[in-house]
């Protein structure tokens, strides 16, 4: 080894490694750059695995984004697969090193080293957890294990219903295995409010997805003939042939933890904002660490490969500026700067998409805020094709601020919730929804854009021009329902308790309302009852509207009931 | 007439006018308000003009977004069709209306009078201009005039190849005529640079439209048997059934004029930030307004239907805001900002759009400024299905500011661009751009979005770390151009002058280069010259890429040849 070479060891070779591995490399021709990865693979697309189960990416070879040869040829980087770090010796700065193919042990030397080990699915300790037939898909022997057990398969049952749980349930059931989901909360796709991932809920259902939810899997057993018996919390006992656990994942942190660097209480690594630890030598990167939310400000774990990949890029930065003594003063010139907890799922062709803090999230942190809803096309509804999707803002009654946003429909979803993402990275207010200047085409969205009118409807709320009835006292409050779409959509379905006095007729029959009495409006998506509340309110009357009409309604009962 | 009641006049019935009729009557139950349309409709789609003569849009009535009907139950606004206002007396607050079906006159008396006048279509002054068979398309009678021209045709020409022309030109292939552009710029679509709208150029060639770039119209005559004959520029002679005209719009601005209003430059009402004219009682929106542009700050046209629906959305709230005499101190609680120019066109499944000023605009005014170019997969590149968008960004090398961005493509190209266009509102930098946390799942974007690409691009650049060359000199640089990619793809088309030198080789070769001459590097999107910069510029070596890569050469080269 040149001593007048630094060296930058990496644990860890895929998402947030490699790119450090890659970027430093940039930065610095002259360090030694080494990865070591405990797996056969490094830098391939663990987010494509679902769809190589499933045979929608075809061949494995497409998921190795990059090869140990690539990185030896264009990086000048070494790469060690199947090579496992055991153990961080921080006085020495050296790391103890298995080669898992020979089984023997040595040491290496650092002046960096970069923690990018990422995190291991969940396996809860249930009896039976460890029968053959039961999966986690983390990584591609994961997934070549699964394909071949669904070449035998036509039952498969899923443990859990984040987005991988959704995900697997989608190919496998384009697989032609009958499907049977298990949640234990009383919704799919925790980072969404139960309304919202409702709809997920529905659409798994219509593709002949079993969605047991509020039941968790209590035991497995082998079955005597074929398969496996799992047990529920429910007192059910269901048959299939292989189970497939995405109940989540925890920071792969044990060589952190006993290396005595910080963890925070969610157990991940807690680094700075240039990803590094509280040993001045050490990064960690990737789903490893604790990330600091931009909204409620409280650590977090966000297991995603867009933050992975910026803070293998942050921390390689971070690193090489540090290397380079002359600059010591400057700071790096990126920063990791927290997360909003964007992310997108698709399952049967509805898309799933969130950013920034969920209503229940803000509940629990009993911070300021409100909501409304809306389900605007995807693009004007006079041109063929238009696709609603629906939307639910969250924002800050105190300074306007956009907390966060989720949108659920066929097409383009990922546009607003993009959009907003960006408006909430900028610290952006509702108002500035109101006025961003979006593409407008017949066939891409509309003179008032979905997200414009997002803000328009918080903006209106907030200068008090839209005040806003809460969903959940619906069934109790004492207020008058009046639903305002014509007789024909009342006779189609309504609140129960709502009379029906359309929109049109209201200012003819403006004397039959009361005026000592509390009036709450609803149509089908909120803007006709919005109208009527002008037209009341301006009379003296005393009124609110339920934001997102009978289209939220809906799919709050069904929400409701699907859990119930 | 009710003296206590306020009397909001409205010139013009469509995007401004009619939205902001609807907004001033949400905001005030009591006033009058009239809206007088010289036209047979109200509240159209204009948007929707071509796919209705296309007949993507099949019948008239989905045109129709609100009906004069809808206008009096709904909102209790009097609407008068085919009445057009003749004069303004600002001294007495009247203005002269004329019933086009009557021809009589009447006057009418305003507390505030708003023009949403919109624009007109230019027809040049050109010899035979006014022969029957030669079009414009703004309104529906104009599109009915067109189809039923359409069904008789099997040639149309279109001079002018903006975004109606390009949008003209698919709907009319899709009838099955033979189809002839023509454009007097050597580019289509102006508001984008030559070498992004070549994609478009290409994409209409490739459909079969005769696209003829740098000719203009010079006079028409009627053909002896059938049709017309066209006389261009370059002295060509063209046989068509029909002529499209589509070569821009000017402000309908008439009635301001003969009134004495403050008009810009350009021809269009100057208004402030709440849409107010010089006259406090005259508010003026849409196509028949200046507005400032907010990356340049010159008064501009921008005849869009997004600005006219906020800006009618804005002036009825400044309205209703000055009646209400007890608020007088305050100001109005929305305003218009300007513009970004945000734009969006499909022409034969390929997605313009952009954002904030191009770089031709940004030469004119010397702004200074720098671009890059990259042409990333809409979604993850191991997922099938993945399409390139081609996108520009362009920003300011002193204060690092997002200055526009361009991006073509068939798939998702709003989304880069809303989101650009998000965050140039927000006047973030490239550098918030590298951090945007965005939508990632195989299907949708990518862990390294395209837009924090291109921020780091434009964010290596600024911290010195990516040198651009400059496209312009690449015929006259005495620089050594070495072109980085495999001997295969070098072998395949390349830049006369460059050698080929692969990136894989480069650490063994690097002897071969001369430390006393300029090198540029060249690669296929960019992306592998700036890893071999990196790695010749740390061994001492000057160096610079060619943004872009071959991908962006090939598209200068074709728009340069298709306009000479
Ligand atoms: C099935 C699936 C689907 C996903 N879909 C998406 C998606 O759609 N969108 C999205 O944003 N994210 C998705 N993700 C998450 C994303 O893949 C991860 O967030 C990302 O890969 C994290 O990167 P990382 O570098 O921290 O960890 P990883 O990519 O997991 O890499 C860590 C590596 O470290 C190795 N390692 C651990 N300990 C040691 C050791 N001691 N010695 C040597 N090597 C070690 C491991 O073997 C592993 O290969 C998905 C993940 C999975 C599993
Ligand atoms: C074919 C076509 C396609 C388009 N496509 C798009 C697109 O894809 N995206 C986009 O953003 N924009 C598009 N536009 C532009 C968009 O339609 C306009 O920007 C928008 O309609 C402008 O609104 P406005 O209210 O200012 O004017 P208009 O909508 O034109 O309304 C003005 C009205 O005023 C009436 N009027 C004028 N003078 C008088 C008078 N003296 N008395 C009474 N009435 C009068 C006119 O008859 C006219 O109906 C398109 C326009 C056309 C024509
Ligand atoms: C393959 C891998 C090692 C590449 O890492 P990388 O080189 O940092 O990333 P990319 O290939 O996206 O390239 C990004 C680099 O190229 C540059 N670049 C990209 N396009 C460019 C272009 N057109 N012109 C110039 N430079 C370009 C970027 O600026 C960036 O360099 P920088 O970080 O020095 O600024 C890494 O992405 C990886 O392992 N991916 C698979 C694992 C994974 O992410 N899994 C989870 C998702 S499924
Ligand atoms: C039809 C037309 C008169 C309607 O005008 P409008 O009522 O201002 O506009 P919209 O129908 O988009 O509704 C917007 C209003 O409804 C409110 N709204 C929309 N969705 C809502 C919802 N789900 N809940 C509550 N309110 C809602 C908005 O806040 C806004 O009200 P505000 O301005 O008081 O804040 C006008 O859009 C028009 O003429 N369009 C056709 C012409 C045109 O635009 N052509 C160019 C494009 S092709």
């Not at 990018?116 to 969940?122: D, E, M, R």
């Amino acid at each position: 080894m040149n001593p007048n070479k630094k060296r930058i060891l990496i644990v860890g070779g895929v998402a947030g490694g490699a790119t450090c591995a890659a970027r430093a490399r940039r930065l610095c021709e002259t360090c030694d750059i080494v990865v070591f990865e405990r797996g056969q693979h490094v830098s391939f697309a663990n987010c494509g695995l679902p769809y190589f189960v499933g045979d929608v990416i075809e061949s494995e070879a497409k998921l190795l984004v990059a090869s140990p040869d690539l990185f030896e040829h264009r990086f000048n980087i070494e790469v060690h697969t199947e090579t496992e770090v055991t153990r961080i010796d921080r006085q020495a700065r050296t790391i103890e090193v298995r080669d898992l193919k020979t089984g023997t042990y040595r040491e290496e030397a650092y002046d960096a080293l970069v923690l990018a080990t990422g995190a291991q699915p969940i396996r809860p300790p249930l009896p039976g957890i460890d029968l053959p037939g039961i999966y986690v898909l983390r990584n591609i022997p994961d997934s070549r294990k699964i394909k071949a057990a669904t070449a035998q398969a036509s039952r498969a049952l899923i443990v859990g219903g984040g987005f991988i749980g959704l995900e697997m349930a989608e190919n496998l059931v384009a697989l032609g295995l009958d499907v049977t989901l298990l949640e234990l909360a009383d919704q799919v796709l925790p980072p969404l409010d139960a309304e919202m991932a409702g709809y997920a809920a529905e659409r798994l259902r219509a593709n002949g997805v079993e969605l047991r939810l509020g039941e968790s899997a209590v035991s497995f057993e082998q079955h005597p003939e074929r398969g496996l018996i799992l047990h529920t919390s429910k007192g059910a006992t269901l048959n299939t042939d292989l189970v497939i656990l995405g109940i989540g994942v925890r920071p792969e942190a044990t060589l952190a933890r006993e290396a005595g660097l910080e963890l925070g209480e969610l157990g991940g690594i807690r680094v700075d904002p240039y990803m590094r630890t509280n040993d001045p030598a050490i990064w960690a990167v990737g789903d490893v660490v604790e990330v600091k939310n931009r909204v409620t400000g409280q650590w977090q774990l966000v297991p995603l490969a867009g933050p992975a990949n910026r803070q293998g890029r942050v921390a390689a930065t971070a690193i090489i500026h540090d290397f380079s003594c002359g600059e010591k003063e400057a700071l790096p010139p990126l920063a990791f700067d927290g997360v909003l907890g964007t992310a997108v799922c698709e399952v049967f062709g509805l898309t799933v998409a969130c950013t920034g803090a969920s209503e229940k999230l803000l509940k629990r942190l009993s911070m300021d805020f409100e909501k409304v809803y809306l389900h605007p096309g995807h693009h004007s509804s006079y041109f063929p094709g238009a696709k609603p999707i629906h939307i639910k803002l969250l924002f800050s009654k105190t300074d306007n601020k956009i907390l966060g946003a989720q949108a659920v429909g066929e097409k383009d979803v990922t546009r607003p919730i993009d959009v907003i993402a960006t408006a909430l990275m900028q610290g952006a207010t509702i108002f500035d929804l109101e006025n961003l200047e979006l593409c407008y085409a017949p066939q891409f969205g509309a003179a008032k854009d979905p997200v414009n009118v997002a803000g328009m409807l918080a903006g209106n709320h907030q200068r008090g021009d839209f005040p806003l009835a809460n969903w959940d006292e619906l069934e109790t409050t004492p207020a008058l329902l009046v639903d305002v779409r014509s007789a024909d959509e009342y006779a189609g379905g309504h609140v129960p308790a709502a009379q029906n006095l359309p929109l049109e007729s209201l200012r003819d029959r403006i004397h039959e309302f009361p005026t000592d009495r509390d009036i709450w409006l609803i149509c089908g998506v909120g803007q006709r009852a919005y109208y009527a509340y002008r037209l009341l309110a301006q009379n003296g009357l005393r009124v609110k509207v339920l934001s997102g009409g009978m289209k939220t309604y809906s799919a709050r009962r069904r929400a409701t009931e699907a859990s119930g």
